[in-house]
Each structure stands twice: as C-alpha cells, then as structure tokens.
C-alpha cells in the first residue's frame, strides 16, 4: 500500500530568526542540517547550497526563497523552513527582500524526489493567500499544515524512466535545418524508449505545434534543446534542462537521462539579463552566429532587390546607366525605388548584425547601443581624420559591426554584474546601459577606430592608383595589382578593405582620362566569393544545411550582379577556410584580368558589365568570363577540399576519427567546467572562513580539482594520441581497400543511377497519363504527392550511395572504435 505523509516536518521549521543576510540564512540551515542528522558534512551542503545560487537566483517572488542543494550521502530528501524577523535581500526575480525561506536537502541520485517537492512546492507558492498564510503562521505545527505536501515516503529510483511525459522545444541559431531534426529526433528517439513525448518548434517558420498548458502541466521533465533564447516563463514549478539543440540531434537519450539527472525546477518570471543574472556560457562564434540568423533574411531582401534593379536597369539603359536612368532621368521609376529598398536594407543589416550580437551576450539592453555603434561605424563621413587627411572614406562595414556588437555586448554583461540600489534596477536597462554603452561606442568609432582605417585605406589607394598611372605599367605590374585587387575584393566582401578598392578602381573610371583596367579586375574578383560559396553548397551539400543552400542560391544571384554581400555568412560561419579561399579564387581572376588588361567603363562588377557592354565585346569580354570561371574553380575547389579534409568522406575512417577526437574534447570541456563551477563555490567558502585551519581545508580541496583538471586534460591528450596512432595505422589499408573496390563502387553507383532514372520516368508517364483524367482539386493533391514522390526518390537515390559508402568502410571504422575504446 502506498504511504503517504507530508514532507514538511514541524521539527524543521524555525521561526522569527534574527538572521540579516543570505549568507547567514544558509549556514543557519546547514547547521541545522547537521544538528537535526540530516547531513553532516554542512560545509559540502553550504558549497552545494552557492553552486545552486551561482546557476541563477532562487528567490521566488513576494518575500520568499527556495534554495535548494543535490548532496551525495543521504537516502531521502529534507526540508527546512525558516522565517526570519527582519527583511533579507536574496536577489528575488521580483526585487523585493525576502522573509521565508525554504530550503530543499535533496540525493544526489534522487531526481523524482527533487521533481515532486520542488515542483509542488513552487506550485504552492503561487497563491497569494497561502504566502500570507505562512508569513503570519503562529507556530511551526500551523506553518507545516499550511504547505501540507504529501509525497511517496518510498521513492522511485532515478533512473527509472519509463513512461515518462516530456515536452521539449527545439530552436537552433538559423531555425531551420537543426530545430527540425532535433524535432524528429527526441520524438523518434524517446518514443522508441516507451516516453510520451511532444515537441514544440521555434524555428524560422515561427512556432510549430505549440505545447498546450495541459501537457506542460502532465510533464515530468521539459527539455530546452536551444541555442538561442527561449521564454521559460510558461514552466514555471517544472523541471527544466536546456542544453545544445546538436545534442538533442546526436543523444536525445542521453539528453533525457541528463534531464532527470542535472535539471532544475524553474521559478519565478520569465528569465531576464537587465536583472544581473548570467546566462548560459557561449562562445563568441555562437554569438556572431546568433547576429547572423537575424541579419540573413535582410541581406536576402536587400540583395534580390539590388541585383534585379541594377540588372534590369542595365540591361534597358546600358552598363554605364544606374537604376534612375541615363543621366538620372527617372529617379521615381520603380527600377529606382526597388534599389533605394535594397540600399537601405543593406545599410540596415550592419546595425542588426551587431544589435543581436550584443542582444546574445547580454540582453535585450544591448541591442540599441550595439546598433548605433555600427550604424556610426558604417558611415565614414562621422570618422575623425588623422592629421594631414581632408576625410575618411572608408566605413568600417560588418568587420566594425562584429566590433561593435562584441563591446557593447561584454560591456553590459559587465554592467548587469553590479549590485545597484534597488531603486536604480529599473533605470538601468532604459538610460543607464543605452547611454553610457551607446556614447562609449560611437566615440570610439569617431575617434579611435575610423581615422586609423582611413589612413591605412588612403595609403592603399594612393599606392593602387601610382601603379596604374605609372609610366612603366606593363603586363608585370598588372598581374601584381591585379592580384592585389583581387585578394582586396574577396576578403571582406563589402568590407572596408573591400570598399576602399572599389572606391580607387571607381576613382579612376571617372577621370577625365579614365583609367578602366583596375576596374576591369576589380570586376573580375566581385562575383567570385558569392558565386563560389553558392556553387559550394551545391557542389558539396553534405556541409550544409537546406538553409544554408538557399542563401547560397541567394549568393550566386547577387554575385551574377556584382553583389559580395552574399558571402558574407559564409565567411563569418567559417572564416578559416572561406576566407582563404575567396581571397585565393580573387587573386586569380584578379591576376588573369590584370595580365590582359582587361578594362570596364561603368563602376561595377560580376558578370553583368561584360553582358551589357561596360567591358569590350570581342575578346576582352572572353578573357573576363575565363578570369571569373578561373576564380571561381579555384575558389570552389579550394574549399571543398579543405571542408572534405577536415571531415573526410561520408562513413569513412577519417569521419570517425574526427567525430571521436571532437567527443573527446567536448567531454573534457563539460567534465572542466563542472569542476569550475565547484571551485567558483569553494572560493566563496574561503572568504567566508572564520580559521586558518578552515581555510587551509578550502583551499586544499581547491588544488586538489585544480590538480583533477590537470589530469583530465593530460588524459584527453593521451587519448587524442592514442586514436592518432590507431587512425594512421589503418588509413592505408583503408585506402587499399576501397581502391580495389573502385570499379564495383562505380558499377553501384550506375546501377543506382539508372534506378532513379527509371523511376522518375515511370513517375512521369503515369503523371501525363492520370493528370488529365483527374478534376480540379484532385488534380492539385496530386502534383503535391507528385511533387514529394520526385524528391524521395532522389533522396534515396543520395541514401543508397552514402549507405553503400558507410558499408564500403565499416570493417576498419569499427576496428578503429574497438581499439579506440579499450
């Protein structure tokens, strides 16, 4: 028979304590703890007790606090209630002092207890009339009748759990490719493993399949597998883990495992940086990241408008005409407006890129100083000259956007740390960061940052220009200028290294005396980052996600037009190789352009001035679209095979070698920061020690994780070496193999070939046939299922060939794991 008793005890209840502070609050507890044989170490219990408080405050609202602690060494969990005589300050979500605290002693290994007392316990709380209750209880028999919580006296073990009901909500940076597949996976994955399970989506196409109050309510866990912000208000009383939407994808298991294990009841408001308190740590990539899944859909907007305004306008007016017309006949013509719109979104997407950066770092009191810092940036009229300069020319484009983003950002992270006035919390979001982080900014762009750039540009511009206007110019020096300019157009891609080239080749158009065969290179380079990194989503697909090769079609629209800027999240996704590559694939169309000579009247590039004419028809215009399909080549193949070396091929030897390495160091990652976080809260014990010899013991727990550390990272090393060692041993024989295996793999893939081939054929006869026999709205069910038919079968045509890959090498990936592992 089940037995059930309330787990609110009146022997733990202590009321009207002359206690002052949060500090004196938990020891008071913990010595309790020890007096009353709950737990007898109170000096892990207390470090427990400020780890907890490290990871985000636990007052509750209206006066009160649960703190609460997972300690190893006791069967069941405890509680103990305090009510103090005056007001404590705990940091409340609400920024009210705190009175009544209650304070949960929970097994390290006991999740469905920490699950039921907590969770009912917040519950609880929420009614104002039982906080008065508690707040004027007589005594602690009428204090316990109040919270009446009545639990399982025998608890289930942690790790059962079966049948569970869990909600999750998936969102990656982008929102597209990994929010879904997260989806797929935790439903696939745990319904497998006998849980009732529903996932919410927060991706690009907005929410999909909203949780109802009703599920959250029946949940026994809620899972946050995200990488950008989500409202947590709605799971208040629930338990709660958030980790990495890429793990949800890779171990939803685990992840659930580890919900039970680590998560933590949610309490309180929605979660709120303004307030001070810190956010899970991310890397600075995953900031830039989050800038970007915001400045995407305008560079998108911004780029498609451009690229059909400029096109069309020349194509109707010729290659030297703008939009307006020739000589600016038709500035209201709709050629005209559609460029304003693309214009002025590109001029918006720099403030947006940093605003969301500096909103991931710290908040929604970020986001207005960081964009006005990079909208300062971005116009280099505002820039102060360094002495012997008439102006800056140059704006600081998104490289100034990343700057501005990641100051304003670390700044206010800083700013939220401070302990201010309650009366002064609220003016802090609202005219206090936006001021001190918005002037800081723009100054040190007018001031600091801009006049140097245009100096270094000016340099540079005045160097390009004396090389084309000198006498002794030949085919050397415009192969050296045009390598030059090539590499200037393909680094930051809009950028002010970027700009200020276009600028000088622009310059030079419109002398008197034009001076066309910068441009002629200049043009040649534009195109070739966009056009490649399109071409490289398609080329290579596996690297990239279905969202990420519609930008890249995006990219080769605009580069076909001239326009850089689509490249741009690729560089900043993965500036190592992409970087490197544009700059390669640029100074070869470059070089070839400038050794020619090539020459373009009208200040623009990519393919579209050879089109409508701006470089000689003849053979001028060939050598351009040889210098360009050059560039291009370089560029595409450079990158794929740096990504294909990194990963290797689908299923082989080199894939698992790396995913096996990347395991290692996340692990270690994970295993170091725990042990961080326990030092953070043995620090804290070292301030707060009353002896020599109190303090000593601290400290001599802390070099001892310090030393913990130092050997998870040798290990780690150890058994880097060691898969290092294996790998080299079987790549060759890997290699060999799958050599001799050539042909058959050629015979498969034709054979799988024709298979499609037959397939879709068959599709599209039975489509002629059955289409005009069908009625309207049959008709259009019809070509969607046909639709869908089509692409299935293409997508198992890809599944068959990267099966037949995994399978080709699966004899030495598993002997690789199997001596890894031992």
Known sequence: MEILENIYIDKNIFLDIELNSKDEVLKYITNKAQELGIFSESESLLKAFYKREEEGTTGFEDGFAIPHAKVKGIKSASIICVRTLGDVEWESLDGKPTKVIIALIIPENASSEHLNILSETAKKLMSEDLRKKLKTAKNSKEFSKFMDIKVDKVFKEANTLDGKNVVAITACVVGVAHTYMAEDKLLSELSKAGHNIRVETQGSKGVGTPLTSKEIEAADVVIIAADTKVNLERFNGKLVYSTHVARAIKEPLKVLDDAFLKGSIQLGVEFSNEGGIAKQKQGVLQHILAGISYMIPVIIMGGICLAFSIGIAKAIWGPESGTAGPENRYPWNPLAIMDSIGGAAFTLMIPILAGFIANSIAGRAAIAPAMLGAFIGNDASKFMPLPGMSEVRTPTGFIGAIIAGLLVGYYVQWVNTWKVNKSLKAVMPIFFIPLTAGIGISVLFIYVIGGPIGYVMEQLSNAIKSGYQSPNFGIGLGIALGILLGAMASFDMGGPINKIAFVTCASLVTLADPIAEPMGAMAAAIPVAPLSMGLSTIVFKRFFTKEERGMGISAMIMGTIGISEGAIPFAIRDPKRAIISNVLGGMVAGAIAGAFQITDLAAHGGPIVAILGAVPYGWQTAVFFIAIASGVAVTTSVYGMLLISSRGTVGSLKETHVLTVEKFIEDKKYEISEIKNEIKGLNELVKMSKTQKEREDVIYKINALKDKINLINSETTQKIEKAKLIYKGL????????????????????????????????????????????????????????????????????????????????????????????
Do not use: G, P, W
């Open 731 to 822: 790549k060759d024989s890997e290699k060999e193999f799958v050599n001799k295996k050539r042909e058959e793999t050629k015979k498969f893939v034709k054979t799988a070939k024709e298979d499609r081939a037959n397939a879709i054929s068959d599709l599209v006869n039975n489509k002629k046939e059955k289409v005009s026999s069908l009625e309207k709205f049959d008709k259009k069910n019809y070509l969607e299922e046909y639709s869908n038919q089509k692409i299935n079968i293409k997508d198992e045509f890809e599944n068959k060939i990267v099966e037949h890959q995994i399978k080709l090498r699966e004899k030495f990936t598993n002997e690789y794991k199997s001596k890894v592992l031992i």
